[in-house]
């Protein structure tokens, strides 16, 4: 669903990131914007509640090249975690081109993985998505604290279709970049494709 800006010559992609409260999103966006050119992004916008936040910002790689004469320019985005903010959720999945579901590595947190895995497919099917038809990847965040599932016992429980995932440490960089490069990779495939 990229949008096409004919003025500015750019096709913008949409990127949400999704998952349980807590469990790293908003982390690894601040870590793309603080490592971004300054000069490749826009202002991070936060949208707070009481108890969570949405973050928003775009930026325009110059390493990626141009798809039918047009620079890409992506769009990133967080959902809040809270269920109570599941029609903010919705909201900010209209559009999208890319997910990536970031899930807490820590074993008593599989249970909210799961919900809010469930969560993401049905909102993504009210609005007429097919998560298995989506560029999608999974990062197991927070692989450096104690009690953490092991990332087989997390890939047999989310990933059953065996999509792209990645170990990660948000507040350190680890994994992140890795992340992004493989859902805009998957955007850019059905940029290409004309999907």
């Not at 325009?60 to 039918?68: N, T």
């Not at 692989?143 to 995932?165: G, I, K, T, Y």
């Amino acid at each position: 669903m990229s949008f096409i800006n004919y003025a500015s010559r750019e096709i913008s992609c949409k990127i949400v990131y999704y998952g349980p409260g807590l469990c790293g999103k908003t982390t690894n966006l601040q870590y793309i914007y603080a490592k971004t050119n300054p000069e490749a992004k826009g202002k991070m916008i936060s949208l707070a509640t009481e108890t969570d936040r949405t973050l928003f910002f775009d930026f325009l790689p110059l390493a990626l090249g141009q798809i039918r004469g047009l620079k890409t320019r992506f769009q990133l985005y967080t959902v809040p975690g809270q269920v109570f903010y599941d029609a903010s959720r919705k909201l900010i999945l209209k559009g999208v081109d890319g997910v990536v579901f970031v899930a807490d590595s820590q074993i008593d947190r599989l249970e909210a993985n799961i919900e809010s895995l469930d969560n993401l497919r049905s909102n993504l099917f009210e609005q007429g998505y097919d998560l298995d038809k989506l560029p999608y990847v999974i990062q197991y965040n927070k692989r450096d604290l104690p009690n953490v599932a092991s990332v087989e016992e997390l890939s047999e429980l989310l990933n059953p279709n065996r999509v792209p995932e990645f170990s990660a440490v948000a507040p350190m960089g680890q994994g992140v970049f890795d992340t992004l490069k493989a859902v805009a990779k998957q955007v850019l495939v059905e940029l290409r494709k004309g999907g």
